[in-house]
């Protein structure tokens, strides 16, 4: 029996933001590679979908690490102790081809070889989730050949702000935002008060994120066998 992969996030704060989370897990069933079941909302009701769910399933967050404040706190209170003949993976992270993917939609909004960049997370007070957050950043400078600077629209610092006259002070007059979160949200239209070169889009649409999801699938799924 193939586990149900039960997508996980918040999506009480923005419908536009849910409406991009309901297309992800449109995508990924399309793959047909396992059931999918949507757990979007507050802890009462993600803890409610995943109650609703039988038989094995695997619990995938549908945000990346530093990416989605809301979503990592409500998932620290998704109660999976409870669940029977379950597990459940990471939120996205350092994955290289999501790095390389990034790299490309920079050039492709006109960042150019001498322009510095931000990394710009939502912001989290997880020390592991930082961590990540500067792995990406120091993996995405070694791409590029670029300096890129984190910085943080939500509970952290340095600012997105801080980060680019951070750059721009080093000698960096272009300054590009890599934007590291999954979907859209309220506090993306914050990144377009900017005065930058050019802004990424979040990661998704992109094959690449249901080809890794469905990765982290098949890896977790192991464990319950």
């Given at each position: 029996m193939v586990p149900t992969m039960v997508l996980v996030a918040d999506d009480s704060r923005d419908s536009q933001r849910g409406k991009a989370l309901r297309g992800l897990a449109e995508a990924v069933a399309e793959r047909g590679e396992a059931p999918v079941v949507p757990a979007f909302?507050?802890?009462?009701?993600?803890?409610?979908?995943?109650?609703?769910?039988?038989?094995?399933?695997?619990?995938?967050?549908?945000?990346?690490?530093?990416?989605?404040?809301?979503?990592?706190?409500?998932?620290?209170?998704?109660?999976?102790?409870?669940?029977?003949?379950?597990?459940?993976?990471?939120?996205?992270?350092?994955?290289?081809?999501?790095?390389?993917?990034?790299?490309?939609?920079?050039?492709?909004?006109?960042?150019?070889?001498?322009?510095?960049?931000?990394l710009a997370a939502d912001g989290t007070t997880n020390a592991e989730e930082r961590s990540i957050v500067t792995d990406v950043a120091r993996m995405l400078s070694r791409r590029l050949d670029s300096p890129v600077q984190v910085g943080y629209l939500r509970t952290w610092a340095p600012s997105v702000s801080d980060a680019v006259r951070r750059l721009r002070r080093n000698g960096h007059d272009e300054v590009a935002v890599a934007s590291w979160r999954l979907v859209d949200g309220p506090d993306f239209d914050l990144l377009d008060e900017l005065d930058v070169t050019a802004i990424t889009a979040p990661l998704w649409p992109s094959d690449l994120v249901v080809d890794t999801l469905l990765a982290q699938h098949r890896a977790a799924k192991m464990r319950l066998v």
């Amino acid at each position: 029996m193939v586990p149900t992969m039960v997508l996980v996030a918040d999506d009480s704060r923005d419908s536009q933001r849910g409406k991009a989370l309901r297309g992800l897990a449109e995508a990924v069933a399309e793959r047909g590679e396992a059931p999918v079941v949507p757990a979007f909302g507050n802890t009462d009701e993600v803890n409610a979908a995943l109650r609703g769910v039988h038989g094995p399933k695997v619990v995938v967050p549908a945000f990346v690490a530093g990416g989605d404040v809301d979503s990592a706190h409500m998932f620290s209170e998704v109660d999976l102790s409870r669940l029977e003949d379950a597990c459940h993976t990471e939120p996205l992270g350092a994955v290289p081809s999501i790095v390389a993917d990034l790299a490309g939609r920079l050039t492709d909004v006109g960042w150019s070889r001498h322009d510095g960049v931000v990394l710009a997370a939502d912001g989290t007070t997880n020390a592991e989730e930082r961590s990540i957050v500067t792995d990406v950043a120091r993996m995405l400078s070694r791409r590029l050949d670029s300096p890129v600077q984190v910085g943080y629209l939500r509970t952290w610092a340095p600012s997105v702000s801080d980060a680019v006259r951070r750059l721009r002070r080093n000698g960096h007059d272009e300054v590009a935002v890599a934007s590291w979160r999954l979907v859209d949200g309220p506090d993306f239209d914050l990144l377009d008060e900017l005065d930058v070169t050019a802004i990424t889009a979040p990661l998704w649409p992109s094959d690449l994120v249901v080809d890794t999801l469905l990765a982290q699938h098949r890896a977790a799924k192991m464990r319950l066998v």
